[in-house]
């Protein structure tokens, strides 16, 4: 080897003569040693300088150029001598695309970049250059970073597109650019997944693959790069680099990485402060106005401190930049992906996402316009916590276009989804509607006052960090609706699924939300659930499905009360009290039915009866005894658990137990016991809306 590297460097060998023997036989040493081995970096710069003098033909220099494969690393310098060389012009224009191509594929080989990247600007003038353009942005997309992008950058770009048309090199550069600064690149990237930089030359990458491997396997060891492999085999499908990083990159700043090497002293001497170097919330204070966010603005999502720091100022710079790299990696990360490829990492970065939104207290519209893409071919099962837990934060829209884009895709899920999933659903719905009440609404009449008193509106608006357009629409009849539709779609869940207790307890927890709507939070209108729902809690076998109903009816009369004071308000709808006969007919089916031991006898009905209207010719084919009071509170087939326990402890020992031997004396004894095992829901509606002979209550 040391020959042939002895015989190449020196003046025997002919540069006129391509097929000399002792040529030919020292290429393809060089060439097995470095695919197999690697070079040292002094050959490696040796030779560079060799091929790029025109020692050598430009097809051999190509070969040479192409073996220069590291052991351990290339040295910075000898990307800047390649560099040099171009900006000579002095080789032919084959061997400077080789040169290039050289930097591109081994970029990730180098010690370090930072003189290089020094040199952005002589980079980026080798775009002027047809022949060169295609590399050249790719060496720039590997080198850009936030201080890069600046405008006269963007218009020589976009110049050139507009004489070469749409290439796929510049426009992966200006896609780039658009992460940085979307307020300078107002070019409309193209959304769909595209490969913007080719590989022509399939063997040279498959060598410096194999270098790279070789290198990580020397540094970290045989056991990390054999369970690589076993993930990469397993999967079929070669994952790109950025792939097998982290899917959001780490805090990191231009002037910590500018400044490796000089010492403490240079962060003394800067205006600004690094990330980095924050540690808590008191320090964030302090450094506030001095802060340099990473360039990479995506690795906000790691750190609570930079949240903290961008939700107190409001940039529309760094909104679009983050809102557009979320837009494109849960592109490429889920969108794109044909199957869940690695599904920890799509889980990580919904993971970060959910907690930024949670942070927050808003949706980020970035993720409502993946949602809106995702639902639409969405198997219900992939990623179903995180999605789930997006889809409560979003944005309140208009009733057609909130229906559109995200209630019916959820619908026709739910009807075709198991049990769980239905309650994973309507707690999502739950969530929702607790943030359309809570941050969306009370938002929405900030933004539409804003034109009325601007000082104080403003302030109130300033809640939200990102700048939506928004429509004019009617809040709450859009709210009315939604809790319309889950009503419909609970009452036919619980037909379908046979009153499953868990579903029912999910159903039960919306409207124990719905049934303080008015009370809380100043809704001007009231909802009650639909038949469906409260005649099949009251005859579930479930006892706390039935003392959570009669919870939620006593609620309402707080609810209904509230209405009725505010009835002269302007913001009260008077179709709202239509409901006050319903809701009464319910008070007085569950007073007949628990209480007064009347389910099926006919009597002064307000609206639509239930048990009442059974015909006496039905009940007398039952051959039931007493069917009346089978369902009242000491028959009922979800308390016959209490009355036995309660008997049990009343009663003599040899005595045979029936509900008949508690007396009407013995009533508040018997609610007294209800109440010590929590039955508290059953004892507020009896309390409520019954009217006892005894004073004990």
């Known amino acids: 080897m040391e020959e042939q590297l002895a015989y190449l460097l020196s003046d025997k060998s002919d540069k006129k003569n391509r097929n000399s023997v002792e040529l030919t036989l020292a290429l393809n040493k060089v060439g097995d040693v ?9 050959d490696i710069t040796s030779l560079l300088e060799v091929a790029a003098s025109g020692k050598f033909a430009a097809s051999t220099s190509s070969k040479l150029i192409k073996c220069l494969l590291p052991k351990t690393h290339i040295p ?49 003038n080798f775009i002027e250059n047809d022949s060169l353009c295609p590399h050249a942005c790719h060496l720039l997309y590997k080198l850009t970073r936030k201080e890069d992008v600046v405008m ?72 990390a790069v054999s369970s690589a492999s076993y993930v990469e085999s397993r999967n079929g499908i070669r994952g790109s680099k950025r792939r097998k990083l982290e899917v959001v990159p780490a805090v ?72 557009f790299w979320v837009s494109e990696t849960l592109y490429e990360e889920i969108l794109d992906q044909p199957c869940i490829m690695n599904r920890a990492r799509g889980e990580r970065l919904l993971n970060l996402l959910i907690h930024f939104t949670e942070f927050l207290q808003e949706g980020i519209p970035a993720c409502e316009n993946f949602l809106v893409r995702y639902l639409h071919t969405w198997n219900g099962s992939d990623y179903r916590p995180q999605i789930l837990r997006l889809i409560s934060r979003f944005r309140l829209y208009g009733l057609h276009k909130l229906n559109d884009l995200v209630w019916e895709p959820l619908r026709k899920l739910f009807f075709c989804s198991s049990v769980y999933c239905k309650c994973q659903l309507l707690h999502t719905y739950t969530l929702m509607l607790r943030n359309f009440v809570t941050v969306e609404i009370p938002r929405c009449q900030a933004n539409g006052n804003h034109n009325n008193n ?21 809040h709450y009849d859009t709210l009315e609706k939604f809790i319309q539709m889950v009503g419909k779609l609970s009452a036919v869940a619980l037909m379908s699924e046979r009153d499953n207790v868990l579903l029912f307890h999910y159903v039960l927890s919306f409207y124990e939300l719905v049934s303080e709507l008015r009370y809380k939070y100043q809704t001007p209108f009231v909802c009650i659930p639909p038949p469906g729902v409260i005649y ?7 006892t706390v499905v039935l003392s959570r109903v009669c919870n939620i009816v006593y609620k309402y009369q707080r609810e209904f009360s509230s209405l009725k004071s505010a009835s002269s308000g302007i913001g009260v709808w008077t179709q709202t009290k239509s409901l006050i006969a319903p809701f009464n007919q319910y008070i007085l089916e569950f007073s007949n039915i628990l209480w007064r031991c009347k389910a099926f006898q006919e009597g002064r009905v307000i609206s639509d009866p239930f048990l009442s209207a059974v ?43 029936h509900p008949n031997l508690i007396q009407l004396k013995e009533n508040d004894l ?16 009896i309390n409520t809306y019954i009217k006892r002979a005894s004073s004990k209550k």
């Not at 990730?108 to 980026?124: E, K, W």
């Not at 809640?463 to 357009?469: A, G, I, L, P, R």
Request: proline share 3%; hydrophobic share 40%; charged share 25%.
């Open 670 to 685: 018997y609610l007294e016991h209800l109440k010590n095992n929590r039955l508290d829901g059953l004892l507020a509606f």
């Open 252 to 323: 990191s700043t231009s002037a910590v990485t500018g400044a490796q090497g000089l010492g403490d002293i240079s962060f003394a001497l800067s205006r600004v402060t690094p990330a980095e170097q924050i540690r808590s919330f008191e320090e964030l204070l302090d450094n506030l106005e001095r802060l340099e966010l990473p360039g990479q603005i995506a690795s906000v999502l790691k750190s609570s401190i930079l949240q903290q720091s961008i939700a107190c100022y409001k940039e529309d710079h760094i909104t679009l930049r983050l809102g």
């Open 34 to 42: 470095a695919r197999s081995d690697g070079l040292d970096s002094d």
């Open 615 to 657: 015909p006496q010719k039905a009940l007398d084919r039952t051959l039931v005894e007493s069917p009346n009071d089978g369902l009242s509170i000491l028959r009922h087939f979800a308390l016959l658990g209490y009355v036995h326990q309660f008997l049990k402890r009343t009663q003599p020992g040899d005595k045979k137990l």
């Open 536 to 542: 099949r809690a009251l005859l579930s076998s479930n």
């Open 76 to 124: 910075e310098g000898a990307a800047l001598r390649c560099l040099s060389w171009l900006c000579t012009g002095k080789p032919a224009r084959e061997l400077q695309v080789t040169m290039m191509k050289w930097l591109v594929m081994t970029f990730d080989l180098l010690d370090s970049s930072d003189n290089l990247h020094a040199l952005y600007g002589v980079v980026f």
């Open 454 to 474: 601007d000082q104080e509106a403003t302030e109130k608006s300033n809640v939200s960090m990102f700048t939506v357009e928004s429509e004019e629409f009617d």
């Open 152 to 223: 006269y950058r963007v218009k020589r770009l976009l110049k050139i597109q507009k004489t070469v048309g749409a290439q796929p090199p510049i426009i992966g550069l200006l896609k780039l650019y658009k992460v940085y600064a979307p307020h300078l690149v107002v070019l409309s990237v193209p959304a769909s997944r595209r490969v913007f930089f080719r590989i022509s030359e399939r063997n040279w990458a498959s060598d410096v693959k194999k270098a790279q491997e070789r290198i990580q396997l020397h540094q970290e060891g045989r056991e």
